[in-house]
């Protein structure tokens, strides 16, 4: 079968190669994907970055598992022995490593599921990552409530299209930060105002949120709770552009919000 590897860091080092179709196993499904989606996370393996993250994946001169992809789209080709859940030509979707390549095997109890068949294979295989990021920072950590004032930074994104949706869903006036070309998008996703970043600073404003799920951490923490009630809710999705990453990444300016909001009221 053919699948996207790499054998060291860097997007010019991607390959399409034949590789070896994999067997499941007695709890496995074999899946013939037929869409999967590009995330953040994907892109953070490609590159190798932050580098701390070498460390923990086990390569840091050259990537140890050199398959890619995680969030996936398909139908079952065969099961194993043990699997009771799912027959051939079930249509699932979820998440699992090496899902760049026609064929995966994945756990029929792990992070998969049956695909609703409303959705196309290309709509379900963008849901896993960003959809379940979006979901824990309205639910989880913003704790969003009706009524409540929530701004979305970078709310065209993939965690943003879905976390604009969901707030709308829990009953908040939702407040989406975007560029101009994307402003009728995150309209039609339901967000009552919108902000054009190339012509305003929503930091600031004289409005003030409750919440702010912020997927892109352009703005610093202080400018941040500038304009966060007094008990709002600060949380941090994105951790920069590439060019801001640096040894620790995004978990820097993750570890900078959680000593600052020790001494504040408010919460990061």
């Known amino acids: 079968m053919k699948a996207i590897v790499y054998c060291d860091y860097g997007v010019a080092n991607l390959k399409l190669e034949d590789v070896e179709k994999p067997v499941p196993n007695d709890d496995q499904i074999l899946v013939k994907v037929r869409a999967v989606s590009v995330n953040p996370y994907d892109w953070h393996f490609i590159e190798g970055t932050p580098k701390f993250m070498r460390a923990m994946i086990g390569g840091l001169r050259k990537p140890k598992d050199t398959r890619l992809g995680v969030d996936f789209a398909g139908t079952v080709e065969t099961v194993g022995k043990s699997v009771t859940q799912y027959k051939p030509g079930d249509e699932v979707f979820g998440g699992s490593t090496g899902a760049f390549a026609q064929y995966l095997c994945r756990r029929a109890t792990g992070s998969v599921a049956p695909k609703p068949a409303g959705l196309t294979f290309e709509q379900a295989a963008s849901i896993n990552i960003a959809g379940i990021t979006a979901l824990q920072g309205v639910r989880d950590k913003g704790k969003v409530e009706p009524g409540q004032k929530v701004l979305i930074n970078g709310a065209s994104g993939g965690v943003g299209t879905f976390a604009v949706q969901i707030a709308k869903s829990y009953g908040a006036d939702v407040t989406g930060v975007c560029s101009t070309r994307n402003i009728e998008l995150v309209q ?27 997927n892109v951490a352009n703005h610093s923490l202080s400018e941040c709770r ?16 590439a060019n801001e990453q640096g040894f620790l990444g995004g978990l820097g300016k993750a570890l900078n919000a959680a000593v600052y909001s020790r001494f504040v009221k408010q919460k990061m």
């Open 226 to 241: 500038r304009v966060l009630t007094p008990n709002g809710i600060y949380v941090m999705i994105g951790g920069g552009s």
């Open 188 to 214: 039609s996703l339901g967000a009552d105002h919108v902000i054009d970043y190339t012509k305003e600073d929503f930091t600031k404003g004289d409005q003030k949120y409750d919440v702010i799920l912020d």
